[in-house]
Every structure is written in structure tokens, then in C-alpha cells.
T-cell receptor, first 111, second 113 residues
Framework: SQQGEEDPQALSIQEGENATMNCSYK?????LQWYRQNSGRGLVHLIL?????REKHSGRLRVTLDTSKKSSSLLITASRAADTASYFC???????????FGSGTQLTVLP | DSGVTQTPKHLITATGQRVTLRCSPR?????VYWYQQSLDQGLQFLIQ???????AKGNILERFSAQQFPDLHSELNLSSLELGDSALYFC????????????FGDGTRLSIL
């Protein structure tokens, strides 16, 4: 597996606004996963997008993948205070199943 | 609720001591992963077991060891503890089939005094 680099490191928005965070990686992937971590808690799997997919939706989440640019973005629409968390991307390549995480994006949604 | 159970939730001990962290994976998951999260190192993969066998090793110190038992629960043993071992230790499990996500427990917070 390889490490993804999330950007920005921190993002602060008002409730109801959309939040976009990005992930870049270095080599070709089989899939890319996004996880959320609330403070002091375990990571929660949000969405997985395969290398042959360009866009995927899950509720208020929209993930895009551009393999030519080796990047992915996570959009959270109509954000809520409960979305305040750190968000990590985990690109996966080869047969390795373990995940390698970057520093994440710390999202703060202000009420 | 991820279905992954980790015990204990908190552990406070002293340098030089040895501790054991326990993980029960989600029902049906054969793979167990251990991760360490600290302020300076971030979230790092330590080791993976699949159906009782070690499958992958990451940044795991020689003072640390793990095993997975026939009932698929796993234990992470940390010995000769140092101040720098203070961290959150997470266990995750997955079905290890195709594109299956990992499901994380809530971690054990280890504090070394």
C-alpha cells in the first residue's frame, strides 16, 4: 500500500456549507478509501472507490477519482456539526491489504 | 458500532513494564490489523494476521509482538515499555476478500508514566 497526502491539513466551515478535501498519491492504485475519525475514536469507513470508477456517492458524500492526476476528492454537502472530525484517504495498490495513512484533514464545522 | 471490540479502553503503566492489548474482530472477519496512533508519528500500521498466520509486518518494534488465536481474537504484546510507546492502539478487521474495508475498534489508550 502507499500513503495518501490529504489537503488541506485543516478546514473550518459554517454548518450548511460544503466541505471539500483532497488526496494525492504517487503510484497506480486498485482502489482508494476514505475514513473519518472523531476525536479519540476509531476510524470509520466512509466510501471506497475503485480505480475504474470516476465518481461515487453515499448520502451527503461524493468522492471523485482522477487516476491521470493521481488524486481524489471528498465532498461533504450541507455539513453538520457532527461532521467535525479528521478525514483520511487510503490508496491501495498491489495485494497488500494494510492501510497507510497520511496526516489527514481536520474538518471543523461551526454551528 | 463497528463490531470490533478492544480491551482495555485505557491502560496506565510504568516504563519497563509489559502489557497485553486484546482485540475481538467482527464476526466472520479473518484478518486482524494493528495500528498505532501517536501525535508525532501519526497513524501507523504495525502488523496483520490472517486466520492465525502473520501476513504483513509494518513499523513494529522488536519489543512488540502479536498473535491471532484459533477463535480469531488477537493480542498485541508490548514489553519493556518506554515513554514513547504512549499512544492509541487500534485493531481493525476485514473479510480480506476483494475490496473490503477495514472496520476499526475504538482503540486502547496506553499511557506510560
Amino acid at each position: 500500500s502507499q500513503q495518501g497526502e490529504e489537503d488541506p491539513q485543516a478546514l473550518s466551515i459554517q454548518e450548511g456549507e460544503n466541505a471539500t478535501m483532497n488526496c494525492s498519491y504517487k503510484t497506480s492504485i486498485n482502489n482508494l478509501q476514505w475514513y473519518r475519525q472523531n476525536s479519540g475514536r476509531g476510524l470509520v469507513h466512509l466510501i471506497l472507490i475503485r480505480s475504474n470508477e470516476r465518481e461515487k456517492h453515499s448520502g451527503r458524500l461524493r468522492v471523485t477519482l482522477d487516476t491521470s492526476k493521481k488524486s481524489s476528492s471528498l465532498l461533504i454537502t450541507a455539513s453538520r456539526a457532527a461532521d467535525t472530525a479528521s478525514y483520511f484517504c487510503a490508496p491501495s495498490s498491489g495485494s497488500a491489504r494494510q492501510l497507510t495513512f497520511g496526516s489527514g484533514t481536520q474538518l471543523t464545522v461551526l454551528p | 458500532d463497528s463490531g470490533v471490540t478492544q480491551t482495555p479502553k485505557h491502560l496506565i503503566t510504568a516504563t519497563g513494564q509489559r502489557v497485553t492489548l486484546r482485540c475481538s474482530p467482527r464476526s466472520g472477519d479473518l484478518s486482524v490489523y494493528w495500528y498505532q496512533q501517536s501525535l508525532d508519528q501519526g497513524l501507523q500500521f504495525l502488523i496483520q494476521y490472517y486466520n492465525g498466520e502473520e501476513r504483513a509486518k509494518g513499523n513494529i518494534l522488536e519489543r512488540f509482538s502479536a498473535q491471532q488465536f484459533p477463535d480469531l481474537h488477537s493480542e498485541l504484546n508490548l514489553s519493556s515499555l518506554e515513554l514513547g510507546d504512549s499512544a492509541l492502539y487500534f485493531c481493525a478487521s476485514s473479510a480480506d476478500r476483494g475490496d473490503q474495508p477495514q472496520h476499526f475498534g475504538d482503540g486502547t489508550r496506553l499511557s506510560i508514566l
